[in-house]
Structures are given as structure tokens and as C-alpha cells.
Nanobody, 120 residues
Framework: QVQLVESGGGLVQPGGSLRLSCAVSGSIGSINAMAWERQAPGKQRELVAAITSRGTTNYTSSVKGRFTISRDNAKNTVLLQMNSLKPEDTAVYYC??????????????WGQGTQVTVSS
């Protein structure tokens, strides 16, 4: 059993910052890729940022230069620092991980989602 617990969402004014955190626990052997996705009302879910086990990152073009994804392998945690937030960043943000379990299988999991609202 694997659990993902997200935190850090909320309401922020345009230009403000938020930091999302996702802690992974349970039957974890090793974690491969970690990522953040988001889904705005009436829109498809999109990949926001991802980071490999070696630390290679990639971002969707709309957040480049404003968002930073990082991971703490010792704590099985992935972070998303969001700066210069815009109203169009408003969405539910989901943590996503691909990992090897202690049983040896490769599995993918998502968190429950955390709401980010950017509004004045």
C-alpha cells in the first residue's frame, strides 16, 4: 500500500507564491519519476512539471521560469515552488509518482489533489 499526502494549496493574489508538498509513504522500494499535474475547471488535466530520479526536470511552457520542482529522496517528498502566480494557474494540483514497490512491481500513484486559487 502506498499513500501520497499533498499540502500547501490555498488562495493567493496574482503575483504571489505558494509551495506545494507531496509526501510518499508505504511499501516503497524506490521512486522513479515524480511530477505535478493540474486540472482547471472545464479543462483536461495537464502535466505541469516532472523530475526524474537523477534530478532532470521539465516544465510545461506556461510555467517555465516561474515554477520549480524539486525532490528530497531521503524524505520521499516532491515539492513545487510556484512564484509569480497568475489567475490562469488556478486549478486542482495533483502529485504523481512512478515507483518500484517492495514487491518488485512498478506502479503509478496520484495524490488526492490540492486546490490552488489565484485571485484578487
Amino acid at each position: 500500500q502506498v499513500q501520497l499526502v499533498e499540502s500547501g494549496g490555498g488562495l493567493v493574489q496574482p503575483g504571489g507564491s505558494l509551495r506545494l508538498s507531496c509526501a510518499v509513504s508505504g511499501s516503497i522500494g524506490s521512486i522513479n519519476a515524480m511530477a505535478w499535474e493540474r486540472q482547471a475547471p472545464g479543462k483536461q488535466r495537464e502535466l505541469v512539471a516532472a523530475i526524474t530520479s537523477r534530478g532532470t526536470t521539465n516544465y510545461t511552457s506556461s510555467v517555465k521560469g516561474r515554477f520549480t520542482i524539486s525532490r528530497d529522496n531521503a524524505k520521499n517528498t516532491v515539492l513545487l515552488q510556484m512564484n509569480s502566480l497568475k489567475p490562469e494557474d488556478t486549478a486542482v494540483y495533483y502529485c504523481n509518482v512512478v515507483l518500484h514497490t517492495t514487491r518488485g512491481s512498478v506502479e503509478e500513484y496520484w495524490g488526492q489533489g490540492t486546490q490552488v486559487t489565484v485571485s484578487s
